[in-house]
C-alpha cells in the first residue's frame, strides 16, 4: 500500500532563516505531488505541484520554491522566511487519474 | 478563474438531527472530492464523485453531484458527536492528468449531545 511522509511535524523558525519541509511517497510510480498551505481556520491554497522528476508549477507568487530530485520526494524550501510564511503545510499526492489526493500529517510552521 | 464556496462555513446541530452541506462551484468540472479533516490533523478523503446524478454513501454521510447545477452536496443523518469535523469540497481543475484541485473554504461541523 502507498504511503505519504512528511516531516517535521512542527517548526519553529526566527524572520529570515532558511526552510527546508521534505515530503516522500512509497509504494507508487510517478506520482503527481502537491504542495498547499492552510492558514489558521482557512481552506487549503495549492503552492505547487509536479507531474514528474524536475517539473514543478508554481500557483502563486511568493518566497517559496519547489523542488522534486526524485520521482517520490518533494521538498519545499525558502532562502528567506517572512511572518506571513506561517501556517499548516501539507505534502499529498495522486495518480494521475480521476483518483482523490492523498494528505501527509502536515507541518505546523511558526515564524517568530 | 474557478471559485469553490461552501455553506454553510459553521453548522452546529444536536445529535440525531439531519442536515445539509453546499458546495458550489463556478466553471464547468468533470470530477468533485469531499474531504474531512479533524482539529490539528491533516485530510482524509471521504467521496469521490466523477458523474453527473453521482450519489455515494458511507455511513451517515451521503454526497451527491449535479454537474449542470455545479453543486454538490454532503448529507448528514441522524448526525452523531463523532461527525464533528471540518468537511471540504474540491473541485478538479483541468486536466485530469495534473489533479489539480481547487478547496472551498471548508464547513465546521459541531455536533451537539
Known amino acids: 500500500s502507498q504511503t505519504i511522509h512528511q516531516w517535521p511535524a512542527t517548526l519553529v523558525q526566527p524572520v529570515g532563516s532558511p526552510l527546508s519541509l521534505e515530503c516522500t511517497v512509497e509504494?507508487?510510480?510517478?506520482?503527481?505531488l502537491y504542495w498547499y498551505r492552510q492558514a489558521a481556520g482557512r481552506g487549503l491554497q495549492l503552492l505547487f505541484y509536479?507531474?514528474?522528476?524536475?517539473?514543478i508549477s508554481s500557483e502563486v507568487p511568493q518566497n517559496l520554491s519547489a523542488s522534486r530530485p526524485q520521482d517520490r520526494q518533494f521538498i519545499l524550501s525558502s532562502k528567506k522566511l517572512l511572518l506571513s510564511d506561517s501556517g499548516f503545510y501539507l505534502c499529498?499526492?495522486?495518480?494521475?487519474?480521476?483518483?482523490?489526493?492523498?494528505f501527509g500529517d502536515g507541518t505546523r510552521l511558526s515564524i517568530l | 478563474e474557478l471559485k469553490v464556496e461552501q455553506n454553510p462555513l459553521f453548522l452546529s446541530m444536536q445529535e440525531g438531527k439531519n442536515y445539509t452541506i453546499y458546495c458550489n462551484y463556478s466553471?464547468?468540472?468533470?470530477?468533485l472530492y469531499w474531504y474531512r479533516q479533524d482539529p490539528g490533523k491533516s485530510l482524509e478523503s471521504l467521496f469521490v464523485?466523477?458523474?453527473?446524478?453521482a450519489v455515494k454513501q458511507e455511513g451517515r454521510l451521503m454526497a451527491s453531484l449535479d454537474t449542470k447545477a455545479r453543486l454538490s452536496t454532503l448529507h448528514i443523518t441522524a448526525a452523531v458527536h463523532d461527525l464533528s469535523a471540518t468537511y471540504f469540497c474540491?473541485?478538479?481543475?483541468?486536466?485530469?492528468?495534473?489533479?489539480?484541485?481547487?478547496f472551498g473554504q471548508g464547513t465546521t461541523l459541531q455536533v451537539k449531545p
Open positions: 499529498a499526492w495522486s495518480e494521475q487519474t480521476n483518483q482523490p489526493q492523498h
Open positions: 509504494g507508487t510510480s510517478n506520482p503527481n
Open positions: 509536479s507531474v514528474g522528476i524536475g517539473q
Open positions: 466553471t464547468t468540472s468533470d470530477r
Open positions: 464523485l466523477l458523474s453527473n446524478g
Open positions: 474540491a473541485v478538479g481543475r483541468g486536466s485530469s492528468n495534473t489533479g489539480k484541485l481547487i
